[in-house]
Structures are given as C-alpha cells and as structure tokens.
C-alpha cells in the first residue's frame, strides 16, 4: 500500500471529533501513514483539516514571528535587545539573503502552503468520503493557504499602490512531496492577490462564526470575510473592502478589552485566532509574550509613537491603564502576560474591522460614517467624559490621520503597524530627531523597505528573479 509524507497531516481519534477541549491544542502528527487510513472516513479527513491549523503555530508564523516582524517594521516600538535572533535585523532595516527570521518565514510559509496544497489533492481524490462537509473541509484548506500567502506577500512585494504588477512570490498550488519542481518564477502582485481572492471565494461553505473553541480556532464565513477585507484595502478597492467588512456579522466589541488577551481568548469580539497549548506554544524568543513581557525586547517609544501624541496617552484610557505598563522608565506592553507563554495570537478581531470600515468611509468620503465606527472603538475604552479628543465633525485629512491613530492604539503589539505603514507606500521613520534614527522608503527596494526573497529559495529556484 502506497505510504505518504504527510507533511503535518494527521489522523485524530473520533473522541477528539466530538469536541475541541485540549486535544485540539496538543495532538502532534505521527510521521508516515497510508493514504487509505487518513482519508478512511469524514472524521479522519476532519481531523486532517484542524492538522492544517497547526501549520499557522510554527515560530516564524503564529508562533509569534510574524506579528513581531509588523512590530519591529512599524514605529511604535523600539527593539533593545540588540539580539540577532529576536528580530533586531528586521527592527534596523538590514535583512538580508541570509537573515535568519527572512529564511525561517520563507520556509515556515511555504511549508503551510505545501500542507494545505497537499490536503487539497488527497481531499479530491477521496471526496466520497467525506460526505457533505467536503466543501467546508475544503474551504478551510484555502483559508489557511490565502493567510500564508497574505504574509509572504505583505513582505516580499512592492506595495500595490505603488505597482500592481510588481514581482511578489511564487504561486505554489500543487502538492510538492519531494526535492523536484522547484523552478518556478515570481508572481506578480495582481495574480498573488488573486489568488488569494479565489481562495476566499468560497468562504459561503464555512460556518457562521460564535463565540466558542471550535469557531474562534477555526476559519468561518467571518473570519474569511475580515481577511478578504484587507486585501481590498491593500489594492485600494474600499467600496469592496465595505462589502466585505459589513458581511463580518454577529460579532461585537468586548465589553472589557483586557478580556480579549486572557484565558479562555473567547469573546464576541475575537472572529479567529491561532490557539495554543502548554505542549505547543511559542518557543520563548518567538512568542509574542516574550518580546513584550516586561519589555524584554520591545518597548514603546514614548517619544515618538503613538502614546506621544495628544489624547493617545490617556491614562484613562484603558488600553493604557490596563494594556502598558511603565517600569524603570521605560513602557511596555502587557496584552501578552503568561509567563510561560501559553496564548492564543489573536488575528482577526472585529475592533480591526470597525477601524477598517472607518478608513474605507474617509477614502469613499463617507465622514459620518467613519466617525460613528471610530467612535465606537474609542468610546469602549474611554468614557467620552474622559476624552479630551472631538471626533465629530472631523472630515478629509484630520478624521483619516484620527482613523490611523486610533488604528496604532488599539492594535499596538498584534502586528499591524509595520504593514499599515507599507500598505499606503509610507516612508517609514524610527527613532526620529536621533543620532539613532532609522529611516526607509519604498525607493530604498529590497533588504530595506521589503525582504529579499531568501537564499534557502534563490539556491532551489534558477527562476527567482529581484
């Protein structure tokens, strides 16, 4: 009987199908199967589908690399650890072909996309057994690879306003179970951002999405919804960004924001998260909680972020009375606080599709719009008694440089800055007014605004062009 690599697809007993609980946080994937015993039967190929979300744990992705790689791109936080390998190249705008983060995510993405692609095919060739969950289980597979593919094109291509046929990466959709096939040119832009758009296309078979274990770790109709928003916000296609925000229902902001980023990490705000466990969480200089605990690695620049400017250091606030902390001078953040590093990284929440909904209105000229979903992001944390901030009335340029405040805020130390800043082609400047200063301009290319695509790649693909 034919065996398998399986790249990271597992068989899970039907105790386990029955319901989330632990088990859907700690299985681990034996080595080797044949291909009859993972697709026998609907509950085997389901367990195979929830496999493909362990791919998103790996360091360099969820682990927590990711979401700090945005950080240390952004301007909000300062890197003082002046550690190789907790991401200082990335903070000073020095990564090069062989920068160890630059390698490891190359490869920690394409080995998701690869499970995913491979998941695809076996699903195909025993869609009979799957039953009438085939097209969700097949829904999934594409959420998980359209988020790979939304991060490695985040950091290795032109921003799209800039150029929408610029050299991005290469579109791996096959299954690749060895060493051969690896010649394959760039994609441009546009087709990495279509691709994407297809992979989401078929987001009507996920589920609708609650407040519960298996949906928040899960993809669901929201969570696909809020993905395929940023993607049209990245092209600049905000009448389409506004459908695809007003179709993430049934989710509500927290009515404590602290609650969000503590156990159980299930509230009506949180539409998906990545979900860890004490047997696979972030190893200590990749979880999130580690770079931010105590200020071990990033701070935030008092002098220059976000908290510098008028009515956002609001120590009424309670995104700063209970979401920073300041200890020898120095303020951190305390969003991520477990000590051994056991959380869930938040990725889509519907704070972020309120703020996105507020900076489509502005770019469609829809000010009261904006302002109502702006004020509704403010106005959880901050009493209006106590904001000394008034949005109404703002319009043009002084209510989007609010919005993009408000953004820089609210997702302080979830991985936003550093792409927001990309995303509208901005020069990004750190440390401003030092002799220290870092500053970066989509002119500056590659090994300084974006990545270049790494040597662990350039030595297997002859294609692989700047």
Known sequence: MKKIALYGL???SAGFLAGCGDDFLDKEPPLYFSEGEIFENAEKIEGNVISLYAALKDNYLFGGRIVLISDNIGDDVVNVSNNGVELYSTYETKVGLNTQENNNFWQAAYLAVNKCNTFLKLAEENREKAGDKYDQFVAEAKFVRAIAYY????????????????????LRLDAQSDIFNNDLVRATSQQVIDQILSDLSSSGALPAGNATEATVARATRGAAEALKMRVYMLTGDWQKAI??????????LAADVATIYNPPFI????????????????????????????GKSLVIDTASSVVSIDGYSNPKDERIAKLTTINEGSEFLTKFTDYTYVEWVPVFRYAEVLLNLAECYVNTGNATAAVAALKQVRGRALRPEDDTLTLDGLTGDALRQAVY???RLELIGEGFRGFDLMRRAETIVKRPGTVSQIRVSPDDGINGYIWPIPNNERSQNKLIAD
Do not use: M, W
């Open 10 to 12: 597992f068989i899970l």
């Open 151 to 170: 991060y490695l094109h985040r950091l290795y291509t032109k921003p799209y306003v800039l150029d929408p046929n610029a050299p991005s990466v290469p």
């Open 243 to 252: 459908e695809a925000g007003l179709s993430v229902t049934g989710y509500s």
């Open 267 to 294: 509230t009506s705000e949180n539409i998906f998260s990545v979900a860890f466990s004490e047997t696979n969480r972030g190893a200590s200089q990749s979880a999130v909680a580690y770079y931010y605990l105590d």
């Open 405 to 407: 405040n408000e953004r």
